[in-house]
C-alpha cells in the first residue's frame, strides 16, 4: 500500500503539538462581560432564564467587575433597570442614573477596566421599544435627539465606549455629534451595526424587563435572511464615526461575522447572545452536553470567523479555564 508523504495525524499526536500548530488562540483579553444593574444595595439575585447571570446593584457590580479585571477581561458592558419608566425613556439620561453612578464607581474602583455603556431605551421606555413612539411607530429622529442625551450623559459619568444599539438610522452620527458637541471626543463608539430581530434575545428580555409590550422590532431591526444589508450597515455606521462594529447575534451569524472581517478594517465585535448562553446552560444542567468544552468551541467558532472582541456572559467562566 502506497502512504502519503504528508500525515496530517502527525501533529495531531499530542496536546503540545496541537497547540504548537494551532491556528486560532482565545485570551481573556478577547472578553467582553455584560452587567445588568438594578437600584438598591448588597442586591445579587439570579436571573432564573440565565443561570450563573444576576440583577445587581451597584456595589456588587463594582465586585463582579473587579472579579473580571482580575481575570484579565479588560471591558464590562452595562444595562440597568430603572426604578422609573415612562414614554421616552428620561431615566436614560439621569445623570444621577443607575448607569451614571456604575460607571464613576467602576472607573473609580477599577481604573483599568474598560467601561462600556449601551445606550438604548428599551429598558427605560413603558412600553419597551428602543425609543420615541408615535402613532405606533418608532419615531427615528425624536429618538436621535434624546440617544444624544444620553451618550453625553454617559460621557460626562466618565464612560469609556458609548454602544447604541437601537438600530436607528443615523444613530451613530447623532452620538458622535454629540460626544464632540460636549468635548468627550476621545469616548469611542462600539455600533451595534448588524443587529438582527433575533429569538435568541428572550432571556436578555427577561433580565432587562425590555420586553415590547405591543409589536415587535423587525422594523428597525434587520431581517435574520438579509446578509449584504449588513454590509451597508456597517458601511453607513463607519461613515458616521464609529469606532468598533458589531454583529449581533454571533453564533447563527458566523457568516456575516466573516464576510465583514473580509470587507472593513475596524475592530469588529460579535455579541454571544442570551439565547445561545441559556441553551448550552440548559442542556449541560440536563447533562446532555460538556460545558467547557461547548462554551469553549462556541467562543472558538466566533475568534475563527474574524471577531476581534467577543460580548459574553461565559466570560468569567472562559477566563478561568485560560488561567
Excluded at 419608566?85 to 436614560?92: I, L, N, R, Y
Excluded at 451595526?193 to 425590555?210: E, N, Q, T, V
Excluded at 442542556?283 to 466566533?302: C, H, K, P, S, T
Amino acid at each position: 500500500m502506497q502512504y502519503p508523504d504528508y500525515r496530517p495525524r502527525r501533529l495531531r499526536r499530542n496536546e503540545n503539538l496541537r497547540r504548537m500548530v494551532r491556528e486560532t488562540r482565545l485570551d481573556p483579553a478577547d472578553f467582553i462581560y455584560p452587567l445588568f444593574l438594578v437600584a438598591g444595595t448588597g442586591v445579587k439575585k439570579e436571573i432564573s432564564s440565565m443561570p450563573g447571570q444576576y440583577n445587581l446593584s451597584v456595589d456588587k457590580a463594582v465586585e463582579m467587575a473587579k472579579e473580571a479585571h482580575g481575570l484579565g477581561i479588560p471591558a464590562v458592558i452595562l444595562f440597568a433597570i430603572p426604578e422609573h419608566k415612562d414614554p421616552v425613556g428620561s431615566s436614560a439620561w439621569d445623570d444621577k442614573g443607575i448607569v451614571q453612578k456604575a460607571i464613576r464607581a467602576i472607573k473609580s474602583s477599577v481604573p483599568g477596566l474598560v467601561v462600556i455603556a449601551d445606550a438604548c431605551f428599551c429598558e427605560y421606555t413603558d412600553h419597551g421599544h428602543c425609543g420615541v413612539m408615535v402613532k405606533g411607530e418608532l419615531d427615528n429622529d425624536a429618538s436621535l435627539e434624546n440617544l444624544q442625551r444620553v451618550a453625553i450623559s454617559y460621557g460626562k459619568a466618565g464612560v469609556d465606549i458609548v454602544a447604541p444599539s437601537g438600530m436607528l438610522d443615523g444613530f451613530v452620527g447623532a452620538v458622535r455629534e454629540g460626544l464632540e458637541s460636549e468635548q468627550y471626543d476621545d469616548v469611542s463608539i462600539m455600533a451595534y451595526s448588524a443587529k438582527y430581530a433575533s429569538a435568541y434575545y428572550g432571556p436578555f428580555r427577561d433580565a432587562a424587563d425590555c420586553a415590547p409590550q405591543e409589536g415587535d422590532r423587525r422594523g428597525y431591526q434587520m431581517d435574520p435572511a438579509n446578509a449584504k444589508e449588513a454590509l451597508r450597515e456597517v458601511t453607513l455606521d463607519i461613515a458616521e464615526g464609529a469606532d468598533i462594529i458589531m454583529v449581533k447575534p454571533a453564533l447563527a451569524y458566523l457568516d456575516i461575522i466573516r464576510s465583514l472581517a473580509d470587507e472593513i478594517d475596524l475592530p469588529i465585535a460579535a455579541y454571544n447572545v442570551s439565547g445561545e448562553y441559556s441553551m448550552v446552560k440548559a442542556a449541560a444542567q440536563n447533562g446532555w452536553i460538556d460545558y467547557e468544552r461547548v462554551m469553549m468551541e462556541n467562543l472558538l467558532a466566533m475568534k475563527r470567523a474574524g471577531t476581534d472582541m467577543i460580548l459574553t456572559y461565559h466570560a468569567l467562566d472562559a477566563a478561568r479555564l485560560l488561567q
